[in-house]
């Protein structure tokens, strides 16, 4: 899989910890967001979470792993975009349920609330838990065609009840697109001029 680590300001120091839970697991990782406090431009969720759904919809990535300080505001952010399906994950159960049921995209952490003793722990035994299952097999077995059918009826909600993403970042105020592209190496791993969709090219190009 190819994972995007997107952290933000107020859980920028654990982006250290996040990569090391997903050390060794074979996976192909982006590292885009904050690495460490005080990094200029300074991302909020609201910038991480544009990023995120860029990346997303774009399939640049697979999964994004995000958060902040309690997952909240960065799970409202990215859940207004389409084809972002986003869980808060605080256990290793909660991704191990998310996982089978849910087969969703993104991943929201609680990176300062309740982040004590061994939490960098608890990370790596989420992502043990999250990458140990089929993602979208259903739980348990009898489930399995239900929560299949309300996973594409979701896609299609979501289709339907947003905007495109090259009408998004034609209206979005600068104070949201501008840290997000200008924020290093983001504009590297959109790679704009490659983009297919040539409203959603020529909508980015115009805000870089």
């Known amino acids: 899989m190819k994972i995007a680590i997107i952290n933000e300001t107020s859980a920028a120091d654990r982006n250290a910890d996040i990569l090391a839970a997903l050390d060794g697991r074979g996976h192909e990782i982006y590292n ?3 690495k460490k406090s005080g990094e200029k431009p300074e991302l909020q969720y609201i910038h991480t979470g544009l990023i995120s759904a860029l990346l997303l919809n774009l399939k640049k990535v697979d999964i994004v792993v995000g958060g902040c300080g309690t997952g909240i505001g960065f ?3 990215v859940m207004q975009y389409p084809s972002v399906f986003c869980g808060l994950l605080h256990s290793p159960l909660d991704a191990w349920l998310f996982a089978q049921i849910n087969a969703g995209n993104c991943i929201s952490l609680a990176l300062n609330q309740g982040y004590g003793w061994a939490s960098d ?3 790596r035994f989420i992502f043990d838990r999250f990458f140990s299952v089929e993602h979208g097999k259903g739980y348990p ?3 399995r065609e239900p929560q299949a059918e309300s996973r594409e009826s979701l896609k299609t ?8 993403m090259a009408e998004i970042i034609q209206n979005l105020p600068e104070q949201v697109v501008g840290p997000a592209l200008d924020y290093p190496g983001i504009l590297e791993i959109l790679d704009i001029e490659k983009i297919e969709d040539e409203e959603l090219r020529k909508a980015l190009s115009k805000r870089r």
């Not at 909600?157 to 495109?164: F, G, K």
């Open 75 to 77: 799970m409202n952010a």
């Open 121 to 123: 722990i608890n990370l």
């Open 141 to 143: 077995d009898h489930r």
């Open 157 to 164: 909600i979501s289709r339907i009840a947003h905007y495109r």
């Open 32 to 34: 885009v967001g904050m």
